[in-house]
């Protein structure tokens, strides 16, 4: 079995990674070691860069079509991987999923709609909802013993005047997996108030070892029938920058409006080398994943246990999956930007302030630890320094 090495450090400086090289523009600082934007500092694996330079070796990029392949590989990876049945009609092309949601909410709602969001979240859903004018509702998760709930009682009341609800499922930044039974509720509760639901399912693959992605899609026809889920190889490959995702839609009519709105905005043709970078991910990826999700876990474990020996008063929260550590600062008894200003100034540390997910995320750091182990022990030092 081959064994592949997420130890390596690999210099990302100098190659337009937003990352590394947008560090100075957004933190102040330029040398701060940067745990923020979620993509991973390991290198994309041999199988997909064999692809792309098999496709590269050909001198013509013309325009390209999504083969059977591509459709057969997305289709085979949520069977194998998710347990999850879907066919290749229902699968839409985006360019990313932050594009996808937006499309939905112009597809599915109209100006002065309610969208429910459930923070703290995934920042760029409330800019979609701001953006196209809709109005946001929120239905806040509430942290109890470092795991994070839905307030099913908020969300029913909510939910009377909601046309759509983004979910986040695996949820960023908190690392909750939802169990099937959460998923069924959320989802009975759409059905009866006619709330379409926007899976963002980016994660799905980054599950951590002994727990479960459940596609919201999968739980019931019924929920089937309201939901839009939103996936794609980026997260699971690191070749975000490739901009290729996948909309799966099995309500025809929902599908139908959607596939309009690509229509009328001429977006329905993708990045040559991102079919080619997909397909091979979901072909030949399965082994990686899993390797890569068992060292994930060992830079978790890493975490919790230097935080629970040296840093008690700072809380990591239970994370099922995602890569994305959510930090729990508040016994520290600082303000968010004493906070922000410690770590970035003092510690040198570059991490996503909590407050950006919104309500929630008050007193909290998310902290990426897709990166080599070496360079977590450095930030947790860097941590114990300053705290």
């Given amino acids: 079995m081959k064994k592949y090495n997420f130890d390596k450090i690999i210099s990302r400086e100098n190659t337009d990674s937003v990352k590394y090289d947008f560090r100075e523009e957004y ?42 392949t591509y459709h057969d590989s997305i289709v085979n990876w949520q069977k194998t991987r998710h347990k999850w049945q879907i066919e290749k009609d229902w699968i839409s092309f985006t360019p990313g999923i932050v594009p996808a949601i937006n499309f939905a909410i112009l597809s599915f709602t109209e100006k002065g709609e309610g969208v429910i969001v459930q923070p703290p979240v995934y920042f760029p859903f409330f800019e979609a909802i701001k953006a196209n004018g809709r109005i946001q509702i929120e239905n806040s998760l509430h942290i109890d013993s470092q795991h994070y709930q839905i307030d099913f009682g908020d969300l029913e009341k909510k939910a009377k005047d909601a046309k759509m609800l ?12 939802f169990t099937r039974a959460e998923l069924q509720t959320i989802g009975d509760i759409c059905v009866r108030n006619n709330v379409i639901i926007i899976s963002d ?73 991102g079919y080619v970078a997909s397909t091979a991910g979901y072909q030949h990826g399965a082994l990686w994943v899993d390797q890569l999700m068992q060292y994930i876990q060992q830079n978790f474990d890493f975490l919790s246990e230097f935080l ?66 070496s360079v977590v022990e450095e930030a947790c030092h860097r941590l114990k320094k300053v705290f």
């Fill in 166 to 177: 983004l979910l986040s499922n695996p949820h960023n930044p908190t690392g909750r997996c």
């Fill in 27 to 68: 933190f102040g600082k330029a040398d701060v070691l940067p745990m923020w934007v979620a993509d991973m500092d390991f290198e994309t694996p041999d199988f997909i860069v064999d692809a792309i330079r098999k496709r590269a070796a050909h001198p013509i990029y013309g325009y390209s079509i999504m083969s059977k």
């Fill in 201 to 273: 399912e980016i994660h799905n693959d980054l599950i951590l070892p002994g727990n479960e992605h459940i596609p919201m899609a999968s739980v019931s026809d019924k929920i089937a029938d309201i939901t839009v889920t939103c996936i794609a190889p980026s997260k699971t490959f690191n070749i975000a920058g490739l901009a290729t995702s996948s909309v799966i839609i099995s309500n025809k009519a929902l599908r139908e409006k959607f596939q309009k709105t690509l229509h009328q905005l001429h977006i329905f043709r993708g990045n040559l080398f």
């Fill in 308 to 373: 629970l020996s040296e840093l008690p008063h700072l809380k990591l929260t239970h994370a099922e999956g995602t890569y994305l550590a959510w930090i729990d600062f508040r016994e520290t008894g600082l303000s968010d930007k004493t906070i922000k200003d410690k770590l970035i100034f003092e510690a040198g540390l570059g991490f996503s302030h909590g407050p950006i997910f919104g309500n929630g995320g008050q007193g909290f750091q998310r902290v990426n630890l897709a990166t080599p182990l």
